[in-house]
């Protein structure tokens, strides 16, 4: 490459490296590109060899360059935006250091501050402490909880009630708001109004309140992977910099300076700037980020190509006619942002209990008001305000997230990261399984399918022979060669003189016999007899073919193509027991997806199929009920946004993780199967803690208001702040007791 430099951005791993040889007619395969080696020197490399993901790492420039030409800003990530499963989104700042800090300062206010208007006596310790100017302390703290660590849950509620979607943060906000409220009440009736008299404060409540909810938050957010930014794993896929073409000069211009009609060059092995039309030159082009399937396209002049895919050995200048908002890319990040913008609607049990319990607590506290009033104003205003305050969901607050926190602890364990706990409660919905083919049914590595040998040769001397040539290339398909020649305890015989011939292949001697493997192309153009119908066979069946030649005579072939993972099979057949209809879609042609669906007993699948077409795809499906969606490329990261739950292979590139609600660690589909077992454990748990939770308050909301009073019975603060504590261990012992069943 000279003194270009390589521009290789993260998400371009996995399919994007997993360049095949050009097998087809129009696809010259070029062993230039695949690093090989001659004895124990190593030969020069080909530009080329950089887009089949022969990248010397150590002497590349991994340089994700200037985001500005995305016109994106993603802020200070120390301040953290979290869906709360209502579908707003809440700004949390920064959850740890909020809680400790409010820990902190909890720890003298409920020292200071009597608890439900009791005095509590430990040992030779008496609470609340007493001291001159002791009172102003508790206003002077409690002030600042409310405030500092309140804040979220005020700037949460306000989000909700502006989406007119009360939940569990306009709940809680209710009740440090009523809290914080009455006790500044009671402070300026006890030291100004009426000193004599005594109204209950309620610090002690505020301060637990606060501090237990962000405990419950913080626990939620760790609880799952610190989400990364799939937009800007997408911008990461275009280089920094462009070669611009002056005249008969070039030169570097950054790429956010780069217009619609400008003249581009592509060296070898780097990525597309922008979208374009090839001007000048030919190159087989990996184009992995649109079709998902790891197969070079022979481009020539006129043809177009995509900002991010890949350059493989020649050199092109192209004609921009889409950059930044027109670009490819450009259209996949809106695919994605507006995926997930109509996700995010999606809301949590926990947050519908809270709206319920909000309207009930409010309905409930009005109309207790009005009921007591007759007894004054005084003793109505205060049994609204305990109403409120008992509705103050402590254990409630701590139920989801408690579970949620088990839960993922256990997938962690088990391979499965979960990502999105919306995801664990959307589970036991799912319908539709909708899967990727490439590197999510199949290893997405080339293995030897089928050697063919002809003019006298047995296929053992064929695949040795091949073996030998290939033996110092590193190449995905040279590795297949390799490993079938182990499988097959073959003799490899030592190559020598191995010499790369650009745009045909590679040739070199063994035994003193000279030997070329070449391309499909290279025997249509030069006339040579072989069984073609054969080739076309298993090249239409999916597989990269290369030939084996001594002088003019073919002696064999290697086809080479993508294998079913092991537990493909079983785990698409245990999808249909549970009820489940799993569904293949694919960017391959329709033959090769046929073929993979047959072997899978798969009878509902999507061949050729583009990013956009995927997202149609899905959003077709989720008319018929809840899909799930599994993939690894960036081709994917759309569709995965879009379904209910996306789930992303471990293995996959960093876009898709990104965008998935679930990662399979171990790359496994089968997991899934664990997965979904594991979603309806924790439903199960889930819902028990609501009751758990949500049954205190349902119990003590009336109480507090009177409906008992008739017969001499008022639920005192003491009583319900025991029961309050008593429901919130019930809550977080039974979390504990969740476990998975493996499928």
Known sequence: MKDSKMKHANGTTGKTSEMQHDDMADMPMDHDQMGHQDGMETMAMDQGAMAHGQMNHGDMHMSHGDMSHMDMHHGDMSHMDMDHGGGHMMHMGNLKQKFWVSLIVMIPVLLLSQFMGMNIHLGALQLPIVFPGSDWLVLILSSFLFFYGGWPFLTGAKSELQQRQPAMMTLIAMGITVAYGYSLYAFVMNHFIAPNGMVMDFFWELATLIVIML???????????AAGNAVEKLAALLPSQAHVVHGDHVMDMPLAEVQVGTRLRVLAGEQMPADGQIVSGSSSVNESLVTGEAKAIHKAEGDRVIGGSVNGDGVIEIKVTGTGESGYLSQVMKLVQSAQANKSKAEGMADK??????????????????????????????????????????????????????????????????????????????????????????????????????????????????????????????????????????????????????????????????????????????????????????????????????????????????????????????????????????????????????????????????????????????QRGVVMMVGDGVNDAPSLAQADIGVAIGAGTDVAIDTADVVLVHSDPADILNFLSLAKATNRKMVQNLWWGAGYNILAIPLAAGILAPIGFILSPAVGAAIMSLSTIVVALNAMTLHLNRA
């Not at 405990?215 to 992977?225: D, F, K, R, T, Y």
């Not at 249509?524 to 002088?551: R, V």
């Open 215 to 225: 405990l419950g938050h913080w626990i939620e957010m760790n609880a799952v992977m």
């Open 353 to 622: 209990v809270a709206g319920w319990l909000f309207y009930a607590a409010l309905a409930v506290g009005i109309l207790a008001f009005f009921i007591w009033l007759s007894d004054g104003a005084a003793i109505a205003f205060e049994r609204m305000v305990t109403v409120f305050i008992i509705a103050c969901p402590h254990a409630l607050g701590l139920a989801i997230p408690l579970v949620i926190a088990r839960s993922t602890s256990i997938g962690a364990t088990n391979g499965l990261l979960i990502r999105n706990r919306q995801a664990l409660e959307t589970a036991k919905h799912a319908k539709f399984i909708l899967m990727d083919k490439t590197g999510t049914l199949t290893e997405g590595k080339f293995t030897v399918a089928k050697t063919v040998a002809f003019a006298n040769h047995d296929e053992a001397q064929v695949l040795a022979l091949m073996a030998a040539l290939e033996s110092h290339s590193e190449h995905p398909l040279a590795t297949g060669i390799k490993v079938a020649a182990k499988e097959q305890q073959l003799n490899v015989p030592a190559a020598q003189n191995v010499q790369v011939l650009k745009g045909i292949g590679l040739q070199g001697e063994v035994d003193g016999q000279a030997y070329t493997i070449v391309n499909a192309r290279y025997l249509k153009d030069h006339q040579l007899s072989y069984d073609q119908a054969q080739a076309d066979q298993l090249a239409a069946a999916g597989n990269s073919l290369a030939f084996l030649l001594q002088k003019d005579q073919v002696l064999g072939m290697v086809a080479e193509g993508d294998q079913l993972k092991p537990s493909s099979k079983p785990f698409v057949a245990a999808l249909k027991r549970q009820g489940i209809t799993p569904v293949m879609l694919t960017g391959d042609n329709h033959e090769t997806a046929k073929k993979v669906g047959d072997q899978l007993g798969l009878t509902d699948f999507q061949a050729e199929l583009k990013p956009e077409d995927k997202v149609a795809q899905v959003k077709a499906y989720q």
